[in-house]
């Protein structure tokens, strides 16, 4: 067990809807990030917040959006899903900002179905 | 952007084998590689990692290597075992830049 928390665990839903994913991170992580991991596909990087501020951004689209709050924890926004946009969806959390400061550690995903 | 890449995207052993797993990556100012193992249906987890100061590191029967002039980076895992069997991927970053993954190499391990 990681310590990081992600819910749903699966989610299914129709194209055009728009769906929340949360993220606790570990107790006392301050840097939440975000990857997708297509079929057959890397970890692509999506998003990071540090202390609720937003650090870096990968290919994000414009659809998505993302936001950590006071508490910690993060939330992954994905509106006007697409079929494409099916995918897991992974939280990681560190101590530190970011870079060469030490390893990522992973929820167990949450797995988005769109039809 | 940066590119980690495998050489091969599958790999079988047999049981008792020793394993190597491969990755090159293309941003020469990477410093700080780490190796992760996503088993199915669940999070990518670390297993070792390395400085760019260092061209070995061993841990509890893995091995990374890292060759800094070719840019490539290895993981071997001595005397496989069934529950070695995952996905695994190297990620690369350096200061204050995001870690990259690349894409995978799916190890299956033969009874």
Same mark, same amino acid.
């Not at chain 2, 797993?21 to 999070?43: H, L, M, P, T, V």
């Given at each position: ?115 | 952007?940066?590119?980690?890449? /495998? ?43 390395? &400085?760019?100061?260092?061209?070995? &590191?061993?841990?509890? &029967?893995?091995?990374? /290597? /890292? ?5 490539? /980076? ?38």
């Amino acid at each position: 067990d990681s310590g990081v928390t992600q819910t749903p665990k699966h989610l299914i839903t129709a194209t055009g809807q728009r769906v929340t994913l949360r993220c606790s991170p570990r107790s006392g992580d301050l840097s939440v990030y975000w990857y997708q991991q297509s079929l057959d596909q890397g970890l692509q990087f999506l998003i990071q917040y540090y202390n609720g501020e937003e650090r870096a951004k990968g290919n994000i689209l414009e659809r998505f959006s993302a936001q950590q709050f006071p508490d910690l924890h993060s939330e992954l926004n994905l509106s006007s899903l697409e079929l494409g946009d099916s995918a897991l969806y992974f939280c990681a959390s560190s101590v530190f900002a970011g870079g060469n400061t030490g390893e990522l550690f992973f929820g167990e995903g949450s797995r988005l179905t769109v039809l | 952007g940066e590119s980690v890449g /495998l050489h091969l995207p599958t790999l079988s052993v047999q049981e008792g084998d020793n394993s190597i797993i491969n990755c090159a990556y293309s941003n020469s100012a990477s410093d700080y590689f780490i190796w992760y193992k996503q088993e199915s249906g669940k999070g990518p987890q670390f297993i070792i990692d390395i &400085r760019s100061n260092m061209d070995k &590191r061993q841990g509890q &029967r893995v091995t990374v /290597l /890292l060759n800094k002039t070719v840019k490539h /980076l290895s993981l071997q895992i001595a005397a496989t075992q069934p529950g070695d069997s995952a996905v695994y991927f190297c990620a690369e970053t350096s200061t204050g830049n995001q870690f990259y993954f690349g894409t995978g190499t799916s190890l299956t391990v033969i009874p």
